[in-house]
């Protein structure tokens, strides 16, 4: 199958700072990249939908201002968690497809987030 | 999409076949049935998916009931590193609309 890379694996901040997480599609172009978030002992939750170029499409409680959406070419998407608080902490999981993947979904292994 | 029910748990002896029940009575015709994978804290894993037809790959077998009401996800030969939470997801195939929509999924565990 196609290959999402996502980074970093694991990341620790301080309350009040801003997090970044890359999401990369390796081997194909990703028209459409998608960013899920789990809490524990939970389902994945979709938070938004990203086409290249275009402005993410997020899901309702989700605030835009706060989870910043990026997906500047078809291989790369960025996530930026804007001052961050110890309820932002969670498992943020990338996705993406493309017609090259028969728009299978592909993920990413995900990042661990902590506030402290 | 169409909403999928799931057996919350179920186990599995290692070497034998995890048959994996899904039930989405209310799909619609132009709907598939994926399932994924997820072991512990790790992105979910595609598996395989279908529209009517049984299907087969390295990984596992769809079986889909002819009414497509339901469909069963078949790992021949389990072992420990199948142990893991599967999700059947229905959504539509090849457009641009219709995103992963996950359930709570079963939790397999192969036993030794």
């Known amino acids: 199958g196609a290959v999402v890379s996502q980074h970093p694996s694991r990341v620790i901040c301080k309350s009040g700072t801003s997090v970044k997480i890359e999401c990369r599609s390796l081997?194909?172009?990703?028209?459409?990249m998608f960013w899920y978030r789990q809490f524990p002992k939970q389902s994945l939750m979709l938070m938004a939908t990203?086409?290249?170029?275009?402005?993410?499409?997020?899901e309702q409680g989700v605030e835009k201002d706060k989870f910043l959406i990026n997906h500047a070419s078809l291989t790369l998407s960025t996530l930026t968690v804007t001052s961050a608080h110890p309820e932002d902490s969670s498992f943020y999981i990338c996705?993406?497809?493309?017609?090259?993947?028969?728009?299978?979904?592909?993920f990413g292994a995900g990042t661990r987030l902590s506030v402290l | 999409d169409a909403k999928t029910t799931q057996p919350t748990s179920m186990d599995c002896a290692e070497g034998r076949a995890a048959n994996l029940p899904c039930n989405h009575s209310t799909i619609s015709g132009n709907e598939y049935v994926y399932w994924y994978r997820q072991i512990h804290s790790q992105g979910p894993q595609y598996i395989i998916h279908?529209?009517?037809n049984n299907e087969t790959n390295e990984m596992a077998s769809l079986i889909i009931t002819e009414d497509r009401k339901s469909s069963t996800l078949i790992l021949p030969h389990a072992t420990l590193r199948d142990t893991a939470v599967y999700y059947c997801i229905v959504r539509l195939f090849g457009g641009s609309q219709g995103n992963l929509i996950f359930g709570k999924g079963t939790k397999l565990s192969v036993k030794p």
């Open positions: 990203s086409n290249e170029g275009s402005k993410a499409t997020y």
């Open positions: 996705s993406a497809r493309s017609g090259l993947t028969k728009n299978i979904q592909y």
């Open positions: 081997d194909f172009q990703a028209t459409t």
């Open positions: 279908g529209l009517k």
